[in-house]
């Protein structure tokens, strides 16, 4: 009926603004949250077929004072469309920086590479060199242990600029990844010309592979692209012995993922590389 439907609309127009509000409240906490130091980076150990561990990847945690931990896939976006990214990337930075340096002081440690997640805003800013540099000199971590994760969308921006200043960075020592490879635009035309050390496999793939469809293929693939541009391949999101399996028979050599170690707050990351090295 013709009240009926009024009802539906009206009801639905409510959840509409429900969602605007929360999503302003959302913006509001997190405007706050950077200030109050409610951030945290957590690490996600990374390794080699014989589970050696070669590094790790720096993932943001917001220790909300209500909702408790959230998880970056609620929040990042939106830190992203309003600009708050450009001071956290910057804090995500420096944090993963100075414990980058902590472990340069153990012998244990000191090989160890930290990869950092960079969104395409800070990537893009004319700044972000500085930034990175700045990072490194105020906490005296080694450049050339540090990676950042860039992602396909954003290298397509300005590939000529994009290139540029990976160069700048390059040059520095500091290396680069390109995450989710595979679930963003074919960018095999100019992938040869980019200053990368590695290609990450993304988990959407090594999970395919797991369950027989194309994404053996795909791992095969990426795996053999990365030997002919002399490019290392990373799967991410390997959780059973079974894709473990399968990434070693595609070629890959290092992976990430729940099968070796969960992401880590900074103490039981510590605990997890004193236990690896008494293996
Ligand atoms: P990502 O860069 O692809 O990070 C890998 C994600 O996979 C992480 O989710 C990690 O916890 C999860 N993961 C790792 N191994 C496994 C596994 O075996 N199984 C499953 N199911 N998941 C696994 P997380 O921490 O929720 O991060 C989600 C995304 O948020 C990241 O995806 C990244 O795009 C973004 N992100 C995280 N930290 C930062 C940051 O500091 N800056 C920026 N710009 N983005 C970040
Ligand atoms: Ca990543
Ligand atoms: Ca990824
Ligand atoms: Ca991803």
Redesign the pocket.
């Given at each position: 009926s013709k009240a009926a439907g009024r009802n539906t609309s009206t009801w639905f127009e409510a959840g509409m603004e429900q969602r605007v509000a929360a999503r302003a409240a959302l913006e509001a906490d997190l405007r706050q949250a950077l200030g109050e130091g409610q951030f945290e980076?957590?690490y996600?150990p990374q390794c080699d077929l014989r589970r050696q561990m070669t590094g790790a990847?720096?993932?943001?945690?917001w220790r909300h004072p209500q909702r408790g931990m959230v998880?970056?896939?609620e929040f990042?976006a939106l830190?992203?469309e309003t600009g708050i990214?450009i001071p956290?990337?910057s804090w995500?930075l420096r944090t993963?920086c100075a414990q980058l340096a902590r472990w340069a002081d153990d012998a244990r440690t000191a090989q160890l590479r930290m990869a950092?997640?960079?969104?395409a805003q800070?990537f893009h800013r004319p700044d972000f060199v500085e930034q990175v540099l700045a990072a490194l000199a105020e906490t005296g971590a080694r450049a050339d242990r540090l990676k950042l994760?860039l992602?396909e969308s954003l290298l397509l921006k300005d590939v000529e600029a994009t290139i540029a200043r990976m160069e700048l960075l390059r040059t520095e020592g500091v290396g680069f990844s390109l995450?989710?490879f595979g679930t963003g635009y074919s960018s095999l035309s100019y992938l040869h010309r980019l200053p990368l050390e590695q290609l990450?496999i993304?988990?959407s793939f090594v999970w395919d592979a797991d369950s027989g469809r194309h994404g053996k293929a795909i791992v095969h693939t990426i795996a053999g692209l990365g030997k002919a541009l002399r490019i290392e391949v990373m799967a991410?999101?390997?959780?059973t012995e079974a894709q473990l399996e399968l990434i070693r028979e595609g070629g890959c050599h290092l992976f990430?993922?729940?099968?070796y170690s969960?992401?880590l707050p900074p103490d039981a990351l510590q605990a997890f590389i004193e236990q690896a090295s008494l293996a």
């Open positions: 980076l957590h996600q990847e720096a993932l943001l945690r998880p970056p896939g990042i830190t992203e990214i956290l990337g995500v993963a950092v997640n960079v969104s800070q994760e992602t995450d989710d990450k993304d988990r991410e999101g390997v959780e990430q993922g729940y099968l969960r992401p």
